[in-house]
């Protein structure tokens, strides 16, 4: 069982060692990633990344080769 005591001394000991120091600033300068292959927008590289990834799983689908 654990006891109040013990969860108070836990908070106090860790309660800042997750904190960032620095957090990443914040994107606010409207970038916008366009897929080549249907023009769809995304607002983060990352996503785009994702849904490129799923073009090339279907074209390899359709002309039969394996990525």
Known sequence: M???DDVQKHLT???GQF?????APFNNDNTSY????CDTVFSRAVTLKR????HE??????YGTQV
Request: net charge positive; aromatic share 8%.
């Open 2 to 4: 654990i006891l109040d």
């Open 13 to 15: 000991n860790f309660s």
């Open 19 to 23: 904190k960032q120091s620095n957090p």
């Open 34 to 37: 366009t897929c080549k292959y």
């Open 51 to 54: 849904h490129l990834e799923e």
């Open 57 to 62: 799983k279907s074209s390899s689908r359709v």
